[in-house]
């Protein structure tokens, strides 16, 4: 076995398109050396895969940008679980403009050789590999260029590190600055454990920092920096990793818009969906509102042992952490309505050590009067110079007083004159989901569910924690056609949300919409700062520079879309009543086209990986649900959506439709919660059988994936069919990796697409 070191031969940066030459002595790898191959984004590729396989272990990426110049470290660990030393090398994906800049092994002093292929060596090798494999897996990384490194090995029984370091200068657009790290459609299936991680540095400010393929923990640094981590959780979620940050104007507003071209979108053709980027910088987080905080509590019998100790705990924290100048009141209610107050008080150490003692004294008894204790928090007249807010919590239904979903909805929407934001905590399965979701979307809030095994105390704190320092009150976006003449009805629709809410400290707004024009675009955002006084600040786009590679747009608008309609549908159910034929008509058409799933929609998934196949009866009736789907879709909503107002599955249903209204990231395995009949927990599930990659949907019928575009005609005859690995094969590859859409061939098992107007079998089993 033999090793390459080319000593400090790597010192310069090895320029995109140089053929390295490897150190005297070294062998060729050729196709014949194709052994555990290396790709960390993908997995260890060996013909034919064995139990004694090196295998990769785990993979840390960091990222560090400066001025626009990324440099990103990667960190694997291999293990070799034979008896035996095995020879290994590496081939990492990259995008175009990466140059090595380092590549060492652990324990070895000198570095490794490791040279930047071209895209054309790139695309020979992928082709080479997968002929020998038969894998299409390799297919969706064609069109990006590819880093190669020497011979190496992997000790009997034991692991080895490689560090691998390569740069890049980054794209922008206007003030957007991009950076992708390719990565595989089924990554979380590889078992590999990723951490990920970001610094960003600029000498400009740095407004919104942003994701939509993974969940973004953001820190700003003392010096202007911003560090951001994948959290555990994410970092296994399937795709690229996508980050964009945005450079703040001279006014203060970090604005940028990502679109995504449609011609099915408005008559002209020029139409597409776009996303817009708006973030405050550091620099002018200084400045903020004051707040009002009134704390509505549950004291009804049913919060008696551990839940009135967290509400407790949770009513103390939030009180102990307001500033001094800040308002509070306390409102408890069970049969009857008490408070701390008759109208808030500011924060001192005087009314802070009377509300410990008060909140202390809150003891559960009765039944749940919700009418009169919303109706006595929002009519109140709110301290002078603040935005207030209600955080209102309970564990049950109505049981005293006004009981009607739809008469306390109207109730709190009359009483709140003042625009109080309500952020509503449901505790446990006992509650109206639908109710508390109104509540508080409504008045500019969001709803939050406290699972029966979930503290109180840490879901409100969590909650509180992102409402620190409001930034800009009341915010309204409107948007115009640059050029007036050009356009004479409004140049975008189905702008979601619909209002936004209030713009807090360290956040930014995700907005998404369709735009119908070729022409430019003019988007102005208003607000009140914390002097009370009106700011307005403008930002002007062009659409020309949408991009296919933006398909992740329509796809987070189309789940802010479902989970909107889903809102109405809810909604329309209070107290029984009809719910909206045409809205449910638009989820399922939603839902297909676009593979995002819902409860009422999940039979689209195949019955041999679905995991709620047990809600939806037996195998006859799950087949004739498919065959039917609108009338199917329409009995589950009838079923679930009017009927299940409270319970496990109430909850269920409310926790993912808010998930979707408020999507600012892809969910492409359609992960959602649910909650079988007499569960006491909340389950997660997920739908193997549906696909979203690029801009295609694609089902799993039998052997096959379907393009959502013929699932009336899967059992059809092709028109044409196309043989894996033959010429015509990688000739689709090079024109789907020109159109971004390489990934679609990346599905195991055969593909059958509507491809130019024609049924297409892409014959990839053996």
């Known amino acids: 076995m033999s090793i390459f070191r080319a000593g400090r031969a790597l010192l310069g940066v090895v320029a995109v398109g140089v053929v390295g030459v490897l150190a005297p002595g070294a062998a060729a790898q050729d196709g014949d050396r194709w052994e555990n191959l290396v790709i960390p984004q993908h997995r260890v590729v060996l013909p034919p895969i064995q139990e004694s396989s090196v295998r990769i272990e785990s993979v840390e990426v960091a990222v560090a940008i400066r001025e626009q110049v990324a440099t990103t470290t990667v960190g694997i660990v291999l293990r070799n679980p034979s008896g035996v030393a095995q020879e290994s090398q590496l081939l990492m994906p990259v995008p175009d403009g990466a140059a090595v800049r380092q590549f060492r092994l652990e324990g070895l002093p000198d570095e490794g050789i490791a040279k930047v292929l071209t895209r054309e060596e790139a695309r020979r090798i992928y082709e080479s590999i997968v002929r020998r494999t038969r894998d299409p897996g390799l297919v969706e990384f064609v069109g990006l260029n590819l880093i190669r490194s020497s011979v190496f090995p992997v000790p009997a029984n034991g692991t080895q590190r490689m560090e691998l370091v390569y740069e890049q200068v ?126 509505v509590i549950d004291r009804s019998g049913s919060m008696r ?42 924060k001192t150490p005087e009314s802070l050590k009377q509300a410990e003692a008060y909140i202390q004294g809150l003891a559960p008894v009765g039944g749940t009067n919700i009418h009169d204790a919303l109706v006595q928090a929002l009519s109140a007249e709110p301290a002078q110079g603040t935005l207030p807010m209600v955080l209102f919590l309970t564990d049950g239904l109505p049981t005293v007083g006004v009981r009607s979903e739809t008469d306390i909805r109207e109730a709190a929407r009359k009483a709140n004159k003042h625009g109080r934001r309500i952020f509503s905590f449901g505790v446990g399965f006992d509650v109206n989901s639908p109710l508390l979701s109104a509540l508080a979307t409504g008045s500019r809030g969001s709803p939050t569910f406290v699972m029966p095994d979930e503290d109180i105390e840490v879901k409100v704190g969590q909650v509180f924690k992102r409402l620190q320092g409001p930034v800009l009150a009341e915010p309204v976006l409107s948007w115009s056609a640059k050029d007036p003449g050009v356009l004479a009805v409004s140049p975008v629709r189905e702008v979601l949300p619909g209002s936004l809410g209030d713009v807090f400290e360290g956040e930014q707004v995700v907005v998404l919409g369709q735009y119908l024009t070729a022409s430019a675009l003019k988007f102005t955002l208003t607000g009140r700062d914390a002097s009370g006084r009106e700011r307005s600040f403008d930002a002007g786009f062009e659409v020309s520079k949408a991009s296919v590679q933006n398909s992740f747009v329509p796809r987070i608008w189309a789940m802010r879309k479902i989970g909107t309609l889903i809102d109405e549908i809810r909604q329309s159910g209070a107290d029984g009543g009809e719910l909206n034929k045409e809205l449910v008509d638009e989820v399922i058409r939603l839902s297909t086209e676009f593979g995002i799933l819902t409860e009422y929609t999940a039979f689209l998934a195949a019955e041999e990986n679905d995991m709620l196949a047990g809600q939806f009866g037996d195998e006859r009736e799950r087949g004739l649900m498919r065959s039917m789907p609108t009338t199917a879709a329409r009995d589950e909503v009838n079923r679930r959506a009017g009927g299940g107002r409270s319970g496990g599955g109430g909850v269920s249903q409310e926790a993912n439709a808010q998930s979707q209204r408020e999507a600012d990231r892809l969910n492409s395995g359609n992960l959602m919660l649910y909650a079988a009949e007499g569960d006491k927990s909340m389950n997660e599930t997920t739908f193997v059988s549906v696909r979203q990659n690029a801009d295609q949907t694609l089902y799993r019928r039998g052997t096959r994936w379907v393009d959502a575009q013929m699932l009336d005609q899967a059992e059809s005859e092709p028109e044409r069919t196309i043989e894996f690995a033959s010429d015509e094969y990688f000739e689709l590859v090079d024109r789907f990796a020109r159109e971004n859409r390489q990934s679609v061939l990346a599905a195991g098992g055969d593909i059958y697409l509507l491809l130019d107007g024609k049924r297409t079998l892409i014959k990839q089993s053996s």
């Open 170 to 295: 980054l794209p922008a657009e206007g003030s957007r600055v991009d950076y992708v790290l390719p990565r595989s459609e089924s990554l979380e299936r590889s078992g590999v454990k990723w951490s990920m991680s970001a610094t960003i540095k600029s000498s400009r400010a740095i407004g919104a920092v942003y994701s939509p393929s993974h969940d973004l923990a953001t820190e700003r640094l003392a010096d202007g920096g911003v560090r951001v981590t994948v959290p555990a959780s994410s970092a296994n979620d399937p795709g690229a990793f996508r980050l964009s940050y945005v450079m703040a104007a001279s006014d203060g507003l970090a604005a940028s818009l990502i679109a995504y071209p449609d011609p099915r979108v408005g008559s002209s053709g020029d139409g597409g969906y776009f996303m817009l980027l708006l973030g405050v910088p550091a620099e002018a987080e200084r400045a903020v509102i004051k707040r009002e905080v009134t704390l």
């Open 305 to 346: 042992g551990e839940k009135i100790e967290q509400a407790r705990n949770a009513a103390l924290q939030i009180v102990g952490a307001l500033h001094d100048g800040e308002y509070f009141n306390i409102i408890d209610y069970s049969d009857s309505i008490e408070s701390f107050s008759a109208a808030a008080v500011e």
